[in-house]
């Protein structure tokens, strides 16, 4: 069976990424199908519209599951905004409402620009222990 160039790049790319670009990858894979969502609604076509919309719910589900509830209360104000996200989806799924799907979207960009500004400051260095990660600021 061919392989897709295309997928197999991705599948590089996910394999290969650091704990923090993922993060942004996910927001990026969100924001893209909720704009194709917005497409889907425009044209009518709203199976395709609530596949889209899944999708970025997906990611938000995702995006809970991996957080840890133990690092305090940064980890529980993002766990409610993505089930914010998620509950908001879901009612634009029910009406077809585009507005909604707009707001989570100026959610999710905020988040993520607010990310990379917070992630592109420290070098990421593996500690001796293996599996911990050792944050230090760059050019030092």
Request: charged letters at 25%.
């Amino acid at each position: 069976m061919a392989v897709n160039p295309q997928q197999r790049y991705l599948e590089i790319q996910i394999q290969t990424a650091t704990p923090e670009k993922l993060v942004t990858m996910l927001y990026d894979g969100a924001i893209r199908f909720m704009s194709q969502a917005k497409l889907h609604i425009q044209n009518a076509d709203f199976e395709q519209a609530n596949n889209s919309l899944i999708r970025a719910q997906d990611i938000f589900t995702e995006l809970r599951a991996t957080l840890n509830m133990d690092a305090g209360e940064i980890a529980a104000n993002l766990d409610a905004l993505y089930e914010f996200m998620i509950n908001t989806l879901v009612e634009a799924n029910i009406k077809k409402d585009q507005s909604k799907i707009d707001d989570v979207i100026g959610l999710v960009t905020d988040l993520r620009d607010t990310w990379n500004q917070a992630t592109s400051g420290f070098v990421r260095q593996d500690s001796p222990s293996g599996d911990r990660l050792s944050i230090v600021e760059a050019g030092r």
